[in-house]
């Protein structure tokens, strides 16, 4: 079983950054995709940003295009997610995912792991 744990939450002024680590251990050789998504307090959760282990593609929901970016370190296992201009209605508890191998333009849905989450919290 993949374990999952994130780091990196915290509260930050709008406008301002934050970036959260998550290192994967356990059956590492079964990822093949790793991700962020967040649950805002009284909304579904939903998806932010991915990227493929191999290749590097990577996708992201439309509000955060242009602020935030993903990345991977393959020897350390672990994905990053770098929020820069942040926004209150960023705030959320963020979750990092990962899964198997997925093809098709929503390889980014669908994981099979999760971590507990990091809250996120963005004072106007």
């Known amino acids: 079983q993949v374990q999952l744990e994130e780091s990196g939450g915290g509260l930050v002024q709008a406008g301002g950054s934050l970036r959260l680590p998550c290192e994967a251990s356990a059956r590492t050789f079964s990822i093949y995709r790793m991700g962020w998504f967040r649950r805002a307090p009284g909304k579904e959760r939903e998806f932010v940003a991915a990227?493929?282990?191999?290749?590097?593609?990577?996708a992201y929901t439309d509000s955060v295009k242009g602020r935030f970016t993903i990345s991977r370190d393959n020897a350390k296992n672990t994905v990053y997610l770098q929020m820069n201009s942040l926004k209150p209605e960023d705030s959320a508890v963020y979750y990092c995912a990962a899964g198997g191998r997925a093809d098709g333009s929503r390889w980014y849905l669908g994981m099979n792991y999760w971590g507990k989450g990091t809250l996120v919290t963005v004072s106007s």
């Open positions: 990227i493929r282990w191999s290749g590097g593609n990577t």
